[in-house]
Protein backbone atom coordinates (compact mmCIF):
# COMPACT_ATOMS: atom_id res chain seq x y z
CA UNK A 1 0.00 0.00 0.00
CA UNK A 2 1.65 3.09 -1.52
CA UNK A 3 -0.65 5.26 0.72
CA UNK A 4 -1.98 8.34 -1.00
CA UNK A 5 -0.12 9.56 -3.64
CA UNK A 6 -0.12 13.68 -4.96
CA UNK A 7 1.64 14.42 -7.84
CA UNK A 8 4.00 17.07 -8.44
CA UNK A 9 5.34 17.61 -4.81
CA UNK A 10 5.99 20.91 -5.87
CA UNK A 11 4.86 23.37 -8.57
CA UNK A 12 6.03 26.70 -9.67
CA UNK A 13 3.63 28.52 -12.20
CA UNK A 14 3.42 32.23 -13.50
CA UNK A 15 0.45 34.45 -12.78
CA UNK A 16 -2.28 33.99 -14.64
CA UNK A 17 -1.19 30.04 -15.42
CA UNK A 18 -3.27 27.06 -14.92
CA UNK A 19 -2.20 24.45 -12.54
CA UNK A 20 -3.53 20.81 -12.51
CA UNK A 21 -2.49 19.35 -9.27
CA UNK A 22 -3.21 14.95 -9.09
CA UNK A 23 -4.17 12.87 -6.00
CA UNK A 24 -4.43 8.76 -6.55
CA UNK A 25 -5.85 7.45 -3.27
CA UNK A 26 -5.77 4.07 -1.59
CA UNK A 27 -7.41 1.39 -3.35
CA UNK A 28 -10.50 0.88 -2.05
CA UNK A 29 -10.99 4.03 -0.26
CA UNK A 30 -14.42 5.61 -1.13
CA UNK A 31 -14.11 9.24 0.02
CA UNK A 32 -11.09 12.14 -1.31
CA UNK A 33 -10.86 15.16 0.16
CA UNK A 34 -9.21 18.66 -0.85
CA UNK A 35 -7.15 20.91 1.78
CA UNK A 36 -5.18 23.66 1.14
CA UNK A 37 -3.11 24.81 4.09
CA UNK A 38 -1.30 28.04 4.39
CA UNK A 39 0.14 29.39 7.39
CA UNK A 40 -2.39 32.06 7.73
CA UNK A 41 -5.41 30.46 7.26
CA UNK A 42 -4.24 26.60 8.25
CA UNK A 43 -5.96 24.02 7.30
CA UNK A 44 -9.23 24.45 5.05
CA UNK A 45 -11.84 22.30 3.36
CA UNK A 46 -12.05 22.56 -0.06
CA UNK A 47 -14.45 19.64 -1.73
CA UNK A 48 -14.85 16.10 -1.14
CA UNK A 49 -15.88 12.99 -3.64
CA UNK A 50 -17.78 10.14 -2.26
CA UNK A 51 -17.37 6.95 -5.13
CA UNK A 52 -16.39 9.68 -7.03
CA UNK A 53 -19.50 12.07 -7.06
CA UNK A 54 -19.43 15.50 -5.48
CA UNK A 55 -20.60 15.78 -2.70
CA UNK A 56 -19.52 18.91 -0.84
CA UNK A 57 -17.36 21.81 -2.57
CA UNK A 58 -18.41 24.72 0.11
CA UNK A 59 -14.75 25.52 0.87
CA UNK A 60 -13.66 25.92 -2.88
CA UNK A 61 -13.49 29.06 -4.27
CA UNK A 62 -16.25 30.18 -6.73
CA UNK A 63 -14.14 31.43 -9.43
CA UNK A 64 -10.98 29.96 -11.14
CA UNK A 65 -10.83 26.24 -8.67
CA UNK A 66 -12.57 23.17 -9.87
CA UNK A 67 -12.11 19.47 -8.76
CA UNK A 68 -12.52 16.32 -10.71
CA UNK A 69 -12.51 12.67 -9.73
CA UNK A 70 -13.29 10.75 -13.31
CA UNK A 71 -12.39 7.20 -11.92
CA UNK A 72 -11.68 5.63 -8.92
CA UNK A 73 -7.58 5.79 -9.11
CA UNK A 74 -7.23 9.75 -9.27
CA UNK A 75 -8.42 13.13 -8.71
CA UNK A 76 -7.32 16.46 -10.04
CA UNK A 77 -7.84 20.05 -8.71
CA UNK A 78 -7.77 22.71 -11.46
CA UNK A 79 -6.88 26.17 -10.30
CA UNK A 80 -7.09 28.40 -13.89
CA UNK A 81 -5.22 32.10 -13.67
CA UNK A 82 -3.49 31.22 -10.87
CA UNK A 83 -2.89 34.19 -8.34
CA UNK A 84 -0.05 34.73 -5.81
CA UNK A 85 -3.06 34.43 -2.88
CA UNK A 86 -3.35 30.82 -4.18
CA UNK A 87 0.43 29.75 -2.87
CA UNK A 88 -0.23 26.83 -0.25
CA UNK A 89 0.36 23.83 -0.21
CA UNK A 90 -2.55 21.26 -1.11
CA UNK A 91 -3.23 18.21 0.63
CA UNK A 92 -5.33 15.51 -0.53
CA UNK A 93 -6.78 12.32 1.78
CA UNK A 94 -8.82 9.26 1.21
CA UNK A 95 -10.87 7.23 4.01
CA UNK A 96 -12.95 4.14 3.58
CA UNK A 97 -16.09 6.01 3.65
CA UNK A 98 -17.71 8.87 5.31
CA UNK A 99 -18.88 8.31 9.20
CA UNK A 100 -16.05 6.92 10.96
CA UNK A 101 -13.40 8.77 8.98
CA UNK A 102 -10.07 8.39 9.65
CA UNK A 103 -8.37 10.37 6.68
CA UNK A 104 -4.77 9.59 4.72
CA UNK A 105 -3.04 11.92 3.21
CA UNK A 106 -0.73 12.42 0.87
CA UNK A 107 2.59 14.70 1.24
CA UNK A 108 0.86 17.92 -0.60
CA UNK A 109 1.34 19.53 -3.18
CA UNK A 110 3.34 23.02 -2.72
CA UNK A 111 2.25 25.52 -5.51
CA UNK A 112 4.39 28.33 -5.65
CA UNK A 113 2.54 31.30 -7.61
CA UNK A 114 5.55 33.92 -8.88
CA UNK B 1 -21.70 24.89 12.66
CA UNK B 2 -19.08 23.01 14.23
CA UNK B 3 -15.96 24.65 15.15
CA UNK B 4 -12.68 23.35 17.03
CA UNK B 5 -10.11 25.58 18.51
CA UNK B 6 -6.39 24.64 19.84
CA UNK B 7 -5.66 27.59 22.29
CA UNK B 8 -1.77 26.99 22.38
CA UNK B 9 0.21 27.23 18.71
CA UNK B 10 3.54 26.98 20.66
CA UNK B 11 4.29 24.40 23.56
CA UNK B 12 8.02 23.56 24.42
CA UNK B 13 9.05 20.76 27.11
CA UNK B 14 11.79 18.29 28.09
CA UNK B 15 12.46 15.41 26.48
CA UNK B 16 10.57 12.73 29.14
CA UNK B 17 7.99 15.89 30.56
CA UNK B 18 4.52 14.78 30.04
CA UNK B 19 2.41 16.98 27.78
CA UNK B 20 -1.15 18.11 27.22
CA UNK B 21 -2.57 19.57 24.14
CA UNK B 22 -5.53 21.29 24.37
CA UNK B 23 -8.40 21.06 21.96
CA UNK B 24 -12.16 22.29 22.32
CA UNK B 25 -15.04 22.01 20.04
CA UNK B 26 -18.24 23.50 19.77
CA UNK B 27 -21.01 21.43 18.00
CA UNK B 28 -24.55 20.29 19.30
CA UNK B 29 -25.32 17.09 17.62
CA UNK B 30 -23.12 13.56 17.86
CA UNK B 31 -19.27 13.77 16.26
CA UNK B 32 -16.09 12.34 15.66
CA UNK B 33 -13.11 13.83 17.47
CA UNK B 34 -9.75 13.19 16.11
CA UNK B 35 -6.21 13.84 16.43
CA UNK B 36 -3.64 14.26 13.62
CA UNK B 37 0.60 14.81 13.48
CA UNK B 38 2.15 16.57 11.29
CA UNK B 39 6.33 16.72 10.70
CA UNK B 40 7.88 19.38 8.41
CA UNK B 41 7.54 18.08 5.08
CA UNK B 42 4.60 15.80 4.78
CA UNK B 43 1.12 14.72 5.10
CA UNK B 44 -1.06 14.54 8.18
CA UNK B 45 -0.87 11.23 9.90
CA UNK B 46 -3.80 9.53 12.19
CA UNK B 47 -3.31 9.22 15.78
CA UNK B 48 -6.52 8.41 17.57
CA UNK B 49 -10.33 9.38 17.01
CA UNK B 50 -13.27 9.35 19.56
CA UNK B 51 -17.06 8.57 18.61
CA UNK B 52 -18.56 7.01 21.90
CA UNK B 53 -17.73 4.56 24.88
CA UNK B 54 -14.39 5.05 27.02
CA UNK B 55 -13.95 8.79 26.91
CA UNK B 56 -10.34 7.81 27.07
CA UNK B 57 -8.34 6.59 23.79
CA UNK B 58 -5.72 4.98 23.60
CA UNK B 59 -3.44 6.17 20.06
CA UNK B 60 -0.14 5.53 18.26
CA UNK B 61 3.38 5.57 19.65
CA UNK B 62 1.83 6.20 23.62
CA UNK B 63 -0.32 9.14 23.14
CA UNK B 64 -3.97 9.40 24.53
CA UNK B 65 -6.66 11.66 24.78
CA UNK B 66 -9.87 12.52 26.62
CA UNK B 67 -13.03 13.53 25.74
CA UNK B 68 -15.11 15.82 28.00
CA UNK B 69 -18.77 16.25 27.04
CA UNK B 70 -18.91 18.88 30.01
CA UNK B 71 -15.75 20.95 28.77
CA UNK B 72 -16.40 20.51 25.51
CA UNK B 73 -12.68 19.49 25.19
CA UNK B 74 -10.58 15.97 23.67
CA UNK B 75 -6.90 17.48 24.95
CA UNK B 76 -4.19 15.16 23.95
CA UNK B 77 -1.85 13.53 26.54
CA UNK B 78 1.67 11.59 26.59
CA UNK B 79 2.56 10.62 29.90
CA UNK B 80 6.49 10.83 28.39
CA UNK B 81 7.25 12.74 25.21
CA UNK B 82 10.54 11.92 22.91
CA UNK B 83 12.33 14.11 21.05
CA UNK B 84 11.18 12.56 17.62
CA UNK B 85 7.32 13.87 19.34
CA UNK B 86 8.30 17.30 18.17
CA UNK B 87 5.84 18.38 15.16
CA UNK B 88 2.55 20.04 14.40
CA UNK B 89 -0.87 18.74 16.48
CA UNK B 90 -4.19 18.82 15.00
CA UNK B 91 -7.86 18.52 16.27
CA UNK B 92 -10.36 17.81 13.90
CA UNK B 93 -13.91 17.41 14.32
CA UNK B 94 -16.97 16.23 11.77
CA UNK B 95 -20.26 15.19 12.60
CA UNK B 96 -21.36 11.87 12.57
CA UNK B 97 -23.97 12.30 9.64
CA UNK B 98 -20.67 11.42 7.74
CA UNK B 99 -19.13 14.93 6.35
CA UNK B 100 -15.38 16.10 6.18
CA UNK B 101 -13.59 16.85 9.20
CA UNK B 102 -12.49 20.82 10.30
CA UNK B 103 -9.63 21.12 11.89
CA UNK B 104 -8.09 23.13 14.40
CA UNK B 105 -4.66 25.85 14.13
CA UNK B 106 -2.35 23.26 15.43
CA UNK B 107 0.23 23.10 18.00
CA UNK B 108 3.76 23.53 17.00
CA UNK B 109 5.20 20.92 20.17
CA UNK B 110 8.83 21.75 20.40
CA UNK B 111 10.56 18.62 22.46
CA UNK B 112 13.87 19.79 23.92
CA UNK B 113 16.57 17.29 24.41
Known amino acids: NAGVIQTPRHKVTGKGQEATLWCEPI?????VFWYRQTIVQGLEFLTY????????DSGMPKERFSAQMPNQSHSTLKIQSTQPQDSAVYLC????????????FGAGTRLSVL | TQTVSQSDAHVTVFEGDSVELRCNYS??????LSWYIQHHGHGLQFLLK??????VVQGVNGFEAEFSKSDSSFHLRKASVHWSDSAVYFC???????????FGTGTKLQVVP
Open chain 1, 49 to 56: FRNQAPID
Open chain 2, 27 to 32: YGGSIY
Open chain 2, 50 to 55: YYSGNP
Open chain 2, 92 to 102: AVSANSGTYQR
Open chain 1, 27 to 31: SGHSA
Open chain 1, 93 to 104: ASSLDLGQNTLY
